[in-house]
């Protein structure tokens, strides 16, 4: 099976489209000021855009390199370029995150479904910051809705997979992403014009050095990985699909750039909001959708504003959840020799099963806790904390050490059509700084040195 009858990108901008819409979504926008409210601030931005520079970008281009060197998904890739060795497992561990990300992302997504049928409705008019906090919670502690909008979610991310790439995720990942980013300029416009703004500024993008911990360190890096995308083979998946003539190391940095300017442009609509109304920064998962209905109710036209953005937050959320179906959906039809079809359906269907436990986390399977983190919790740390740091460590280090030069040149330069005159920076890094920068963070993280 061979380049001609495998699926690919039909555009040099659906590439990029389409991996800046992997990397762009919940995690910019939910995720990022959540984490970023409790870890103190301008000191995360800070540490969190130094790894993103360092480590994230070479970890982005491994995964590209690898990924369209051999054709495959991240487990078949691996076990093509070193066959015999165990470097497949590192495709197996991506495969796991996978499910676990799938599980707990899914279920965020389908709150973006709640709130975009509330903006709809007209759900938040008139409501008081303390009614909106209580309207979430509820909501979330509730049984039957975070769990059926979880699988509506699920079952549109399936429907999409299924049509394929050139047909289902390029063709709306294009036309939608460059309508979210306007939108998240308009809301900094209001966000920054609230009475009080200049505390959450002050907040966002001054480094308070006295709250730098291990932990904040772990947690920016981890946050890192899990914007970009990176760490378990999504990228090498999508690198799978990008044809022969692209640059991978222009597309590697613009979506970088892309993904992190988003990041950026969600804090400074967020936290004035956090400040002026009285929130809580660290008031974790909830607080985008906390902050949020609060923002459209300041602003003129916010019933049109929060209905377009509710939906174009549920776009990007599902231009991410695509991309991590379609890493399990790769495997399985490649390594079972199943169709695209029957793999889709398996892999839904275990993700579904896993999804309604975290959908439960502060509902019916609240119970569940280990040590003050639910279910949700568990699955947000494990991954994005542990196992996509693990998994970038060992795609770096085998670019870096085993892949071979001339291989990795051949990707960079396509095949000698164009100049890569990064690669020695490159290899530098992937050798060298990354691996390091990642394994001291980690092992500082998690307590261990
Ligand atoms: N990067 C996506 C986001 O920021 C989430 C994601 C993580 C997608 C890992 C694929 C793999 O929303």
Do not use: C
């Amino acid at each position: 099976m061979e380049t001609g009858q495998r699926d690919s990108f039909g555009s040099r901008f659906g590439v990029i489209a389409a991996a800046a819409g992997s990397a762009i979504g919940l995690g910019n926008i939910w995720r990022f000021p959540y984490v970023l409210g409790e870890n103190g601030g301008g000191i995360f931005l800070l540490i969190y855009l130094l790894l993103v520079a360092m480590v994230g970008i070479p970890v982005m281009l491994s995964e590209f390199t690898i990924g369209r060197s051999t054709q495959r998904n991240p487990y078949g890739a691996f076990r093509r370029l070193a066959p015999e060795k165990p470097w497949f497992l590192v495709g197996l561990m991506g495969i796991v995150a996978a499910f676990m990300i799938l599980a707990f992302y899914t279920v965020v997504a389908g709150w973006t479904l709640e709130y975009l049928y509330q903006a709809v409705i007209n759900g938040f008019r008139g409501l008081s910051s303390d009614e909106i906090n209580v309207m979430f919670d509820h909501f979330r502690a509730g049984t039957f809705r975070p769990i059926l909008w979880f699988l509506i979610f699920m079952f549109m991310t399936a429907w999409i997979v299924v049509s394929g790439i050139r047909k289902g995720i390029e063709k709306y990942t294009k036309v939608l992403m460059p309508f979210l980013f306007v939108l998240i300029l308009v809301m900094d416009v209001r966000a920054v014009t609230l009475p009080g703004a200049m505390e959450g500024l002050k907040f966002l993008f001054r480094p308070d050095f006295s709250k730098v911990s291990a932990e904040t360190i772990l947690e920016a890096l981890g946050q890192g990985f899990f914007s970009l995308s990176i760490g378990m083979g999504t990228l090498i998946t999508y690198g799978s699909y990008i044809n022969k003539k692209e640059r991978l190391g222009n597309a590697a940095l613009n979506v970088t750039i892309a993904d992190t300017l988003i990041a950026v442009l969600a804090g400074i609509a967020i936290f004035p909001a956090v400040f002026a109304f009285g929130i809580e920064p660290g008031a974790g998962t909830g607080l985008v959708f906390k902050t949020l209905p609060l923002i459209f109710q300041e602003m003129p036209g916010g019933y049109i504003f929060s209905v377009i953005f509710f939906l174009l937050l549920a776009i990007a959320a599902l231009t991410s959840t695509i991309s991590v179906l379609e890493v399990i959906v790769a495997f399985f039809s490649e390594e079972l020799n199943i169709t695209r079809r029957a793999a889709t359906l398996l892999a839904t269907a275990a993700v579904a099963i896993l999804g309604i436990f975290a959908a439960g986390s502060w509902g019916w399977f609240a119970g569940m806790h280990v040590k003050n983190q639910n279910f949700f919790g568990i699955l947000d740390f494990t991954t994005a904390n542990i196992l996509l740091p693990l998994g970038g460590f060992f795609i770096v280090i085998f670019v870096g050490w085993f892949m071979g030069t001339d291989r990795v040149r051949a990707e960079l330069t396509n095949r000698g059509e164009i100049k890569a005159a990064y690669m020695p920076v490159f290899v530098f890094l992937v050798r060298f700084v990354a691996p390091l920068a990642i394994a001291l963070v980690f092992m500082n993280g998690l307590g261990w040195i």
